[in-house]
């Protein structure tokens, strides 16, 4: 059986998906060596896994694209924090793989620099991706905006103009900044973003065909897997069992995205529905700039 060492962001949302792949292969007679944020190391030994966290340096870099004015301020944002984490994940994944030896390595989409150091490694290697993939298809409309699949000529133009808007934006915000990293890390430059996504040799997309574009350009490397549900075992609160009205769940991000606003906006656009309202917040905390009511 094989020891394999998994690596993640500072973020639950990427970790709980995880988190049945793990269980798994834990099942199969694999050895599971973790990396993750510390709070959660305690449950992931739980679980058996020999977990450890990842450089403490990396979760003081919190995201604070909530302060961008713009879509494209947004991803120059995004873009800086995950290269200003690079920095760190990239070294930490490295002295990982010296300290356990594993024989297969899977990384987080979201850790830069640990994929780099990942390719760098030369072993077995795989990529697990929890949200869309930015990936660009003559089939589907260009990552984003959230457009209808083009229907007819004047649909395919449409797609043909915007599809350079786009992925102009993240080739001009994000390629500079990834290949920065690569060439510290001794690899080759990039000449499109989304020729990074089919540097692993497997990439585990946590979604399925029903919920995607449809579209017949699939790379080779990515795999399907389905959404991946898990969450800590825990006791269901009582008021779930004594509600009769239909349950609406406000979810924001797992990392600080200052979301207060979108949750009183839906309360108070729920507020006189027949409905029991339940939102949720970074670590169950009100920490928003927006007052919650």
């Given at each position: 059986m094989a020891r394999i060492l998994a690596y993640t962001s500072p973020g639950r949302s990427h970790l709980f998906p995880l988190t049945p792949i793990l269980?798994?292969?834990?099942?199969?007679g694999h050895e599971i060596v973790l990396r993750t944020l510390a709070s959660q190391v305690a449950l992931m030994r739980e679980r058996g896994f020999d977990a450890a966290p990842i450089d403490g340096s990396i979760e003081k870099l919190e995201h604070d694209d909530w302060r961008a004015r713009s879509p494209l301020q947004s991803v120059r944002l995004n873009?800086?924090?995950?290269?200003?984490?690079?920095?760190?994940?990239a070294p930490d994944l490295t002295r990982a793989?010296?300290?356990?030896?594993?024989?297969?390595?899977?990384?987080?989409?979201?850790s830069?620099?640990?994929?780099?150091?990942?390719?760098?490694?030369?072993?077995?290697?795989?990529?697990?991706?929890?949200?869309?993939?930015?990936?660009?298809?003559?089939?589907?409309?260009p990552y984003g905006?959230?457009?209808?699949?083009?229907?007819?000529?004047?649909?395919?133009?449409?797609?043909?103009?915007?599809?350079?808007?786009?992925?102009?934006?993240?080739?001009?915000?994000?390629?500079?900044?990834?290949?920065?990293?690569?060439?510290?890390?001794?690899?080759?430059?990039?000449?499109?973003?989304?020729?990074?996504?089919?540097?692993?040799?497997?990439?585990l997309y946590m979604?399925?065909?029903?919920?995607?574009?449809?579209?017949?350009?699939?790379?080779?490397?990515?795999v399907m897997i389905g959404p991946c549900a898990w969450d800590p075992p825990a006791e269901p609160p009582q008021w779930l069992e004594q509600t009769r009205q239909p349950i609406v769940l406000v979810n924001t991000s797992t990392e600080f995205q200052n979301d207060g606003r979108l949750v009183e906006v839906a309360l108070e656009a729920l507020a006189e529905e027949p409905l029991?309202?339940?939102?949720?917040?970074?670590?169950g905390s009100t920490g928003s700039r927006a007052s919650i009511p």
């Open positions: 269980d798994e292969l834990h099942g199969r873009a800086r924090v995950f290269c200003a984490r690079a920095e760190h994940d793989i010296e300290e356990t030896e594993p024989e297969a390595v899977l990384v987080d989409v979201n830069w620099g640990a994929l780099m150091a990942a390719e760098a490694w030369g072993g077995p290697w795989a990529v697990f991706c929890p949200y869309p993939l930015a990936l660009r298809s003559a089939d589907a409309p905006p959230g457009l209808a699949p083009a229907r007819g000529p004047l649909g395919r133009a449409r797609d043909r103009l915007v599809r350079p808007l786009v992925f102009g934006t993240l080739e001009r915000q994000v390629r500079p900044a990834l290949n920065s990293i690569r060439a510290r890390a001794g690899l080759d430059p990039l000449t499109n973003v989304e020729e990074w996504f089919g540097r692993a040799p497997l990439l979604t399925a065909e029903p919920f995607e574009y449809p579209r017949r350009d699939w790379p080779k490397n990515v029991t309202v339940v939102a949720t917040l970074p670590a």
